[in-house]
């Protein structure tokens, strides 16, 4: 039966069966010189990934490289959890260096005990492991314009997932006692600028973390090292890093990156204030823009999906811009507010075909359209976009970013 299956397979077409063909006598020679025969490298102390794999972070050219932001390789990583080394990264005045036998974390304002605590105190308390993804909210920004990004990561990449560790941020509050007039909890971190964002008690209540670790390591200094808040589902600007203070206070801080940045304005002219939620998104990952399809046949069509309101139950994808959507398996396990891969087979017939993924999450929010979301929205946002987007596949077999009717 299995044996059957592989030959079908095989069958399938160009793209899947150039892998297969078999060493000739020569050939299987000087593998084994380089191979199982010769003595390799010694053990280490940590490690590196293998010289022949290049995905890396993409960086603008700027002449502030403190203020910028890289991002993920999205059509490079494979499963739910990204690679700390390739985490997304987004700072506002640089990375610093901290030591963590120097750093502290502060909790004061409204609170009966104003309390500080080294790092090594917070691992001794009872701690908890998530996987969570972090997205910046200007994430997919360039899909507003007319000109969309050519590729999964200049569009996409400001998204990553990691599994995070640390203490609860509820129990750290109920040892300080939050007096009842407390109703914002403003998290400041360390680095240059002491970026600082305003969190509401309900939700600093409810989920958040004050995580020191990071896919089972320290986290990464451009993640926040050695402390950073992670607040699930919410956009990545209110995840503060190298985070030092929190300040119980009756109103939010009104702080720089809550009023002139990570607001929306409308068509009106209004802007949308503390818009925290990441809304459901999804991103076909193969074929992207950038790649080529080798031939006609059959390909797994893969791409990510994932909801700052809990679960993802569906992801639906279509083959011929939009006509016939069709659902795609989700990878096991679909946790909330993580990255959640689905995959879709695909028979490609050489035609020019155009590319959609449309996630639904436990909500029932259901991904917009592109016409859809700048009907409610306007088109003056920079963040927050998170229309259904598709790609190309020309009949070269080259794909695209498709450009999706305003
Ligand atoms: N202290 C501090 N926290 C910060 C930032 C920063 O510059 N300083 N950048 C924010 C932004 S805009 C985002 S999107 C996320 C990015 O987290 P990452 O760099 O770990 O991906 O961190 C947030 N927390
Ligand atoms: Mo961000």
Redesign the pocket.
């Known amino acids: 039966m299995k044996q059957a299956n592989r030959r079908r397979f095989l069958a399938l077409g160009p793209a899947v069966g150039g892998a297969l063909i078999g060493c000739s006598g020569e050939k299987k020679q000087a593998a084994e010189e380089d191979g199982p025969n010769r003595l390799g490298k010694p053990i280490s102390e940590y490690g590196e990934r293998s010289e022949f794999e290049k995905a890396r972070r993409l960086r603008p050219e700027t002449k502030t490289p403190e203020q910028a932001?890289s991002r993920t390789p999205l059509a490079e990583v494979h499963g739910m959890i990204t690679p700390s080394s390739l985490?997304?990264?987004?700072?506002?005045?640089g990375v610093p260096n901290i030591d963590p036998a120097k750093h502290t974390l502060m909790i004061h304002g409204l609170v009966e005990r104003p309390l500080l605590f080294s790092v090594a105190e917070l691992k001794r308390l009872p701690s908890v492991s998530k996987i969570y993804f972090?997205?910046?909210?200007?994430n997919s920004g360039s899909e507003w314009g007319a000109k969309p990004a050519p590729d999964a990561q200049s569009s996409h990449g400001?998204v990553?997932c990691s599994e995070w560790t640390g203490v609860p941020l509820s129990l750290l509050l109920e040892e300080a006692g939050v007096r009842k007039e407390a109703q914002w909890v403003i998290a400041?971190?360390?680095?240059a600028?002491?970026?600082n964002r305003s969190v509401p008690i309900a939700k600093a209540k409810e989920d958040v973390l004050v995580a020191y670790a990071q896919n089972g390591e320290a986290i990464r200094p451009?993640?926040?090292y050695p402390l950073?808040l992670v607040i699930p589902g919410w956009?990545?600007?209110?995840?503060?890093?190298?985070?030092r203070r929190l300040e119980l206070a009756e109103q939010p801080a009104m702080s720089r990156?809550e009023t002139s940045k990570?607001t929306d304005l409308e068509a009106s002219g209004k802007a949308r204030q503390f818009t925290f939620v990441m809304d459901a998104k999804s991103l076909i990952t193969f074929p992207s823009g950038g790649q080529k399809l080798e031939g006609p046949g059959f390909y797994e069509v893969r791409g990510i999906a994932w909801s700052g309101r809990g679960k993802i139950t569906k992801v639906e994808v279509s083959f011929d811009a939009g006509k016939n959507w069709q659902s795609a398996s989700l990878q096991d396990p679909v946790l909330p507010m993580a990255i959640t891969r689905f995959r879709a087979g695909w028979r490609w017939d050489g035609t020019e075909s155009t590319l959609l993924s449309r996630s639904t999450d436990e909500t029932g929010y259901v991904q917009p359209a592109r016409a859809e979301l700048i009907a409610v929205r306007g088109m003056n946002s920079n963040y927050h976009y998170n229309g259904v987007h598709g790609w190309k596949v020309e009949t070269t077999g080259a794909v695209s970013q498709a450009v999706q009717p305003a």
């Open positions: 932001s985490h997304f990264e987004r700072h506002h005045a972090i997205e910046c909210a200007g400001l990553s400041e971190g360390a680095d600028c002491k970026m451009e993640q926040g950073r956009e990545g600007n209110i995840n503060v890093k190298w985070l990156q990570y």
